[in-house]
């Protein structure tokens, strides 16, 4: 079983930077991805972005798409999510998740009920 704990999270203004941490407890089997999603108040859980472990084969989110880079670091069992220009809307717990044998089909991997593992979420504020 995989346990994941996000780090990073915090208060920015609108324009800032900020990267988010996902550490896993062990290296995640090579069929694993890993993805980011995020939750603001009341509404449902929104895909982000996702990552192949070994191939680093990426997805985005189409809105993410230039503003939000997903990586991964096999030495150190983490993946990042870099956000750049960060806007108000952009506020919201953000989750990382793992997943083994994910499909390639956008309407598998963007569906949160999809994914197996998550870890407690950290939370992002951007004030205007």
């Known amino acids: 079983q995989v346990q994941l704990v996000e780090s990073g999270g915090g208060l920015v203004q609108a324009g800032a930077s900020l990267r988010l941490s996902c550490t896993t407890s062990d290296r995640p089997p090579s069929n694993y991805a890993m993805a980011w999603f995020r939750q603001a108040p009341g509404l449902e859980r929104e895909f982000v972005a996702a990552?192949?472990?070994?191939?680093?084969?990426?997805y985005y989110a189409d809105s993410m798409k230039g503003r939000f880079t997903i990586s991964r670091d096999n030495a150190k069992k983490t993946v990042y999510l870099q956000m750049n220009s960060l806007k108000p809307e952009d506020a919201a717990v953000y989750y990382c998740a793992a997943e083994p044998y994910l499909s390639s089909a956008p309407s598998y991997y963007s569906n949160y009920k999809r994914w197996t593992y998550w870890g407690q979420g950290t939370q992002v504020t951007v004030s205007s």
């Open positions: 990552i192949r472990w070994t191939s680093g084969t990426t």
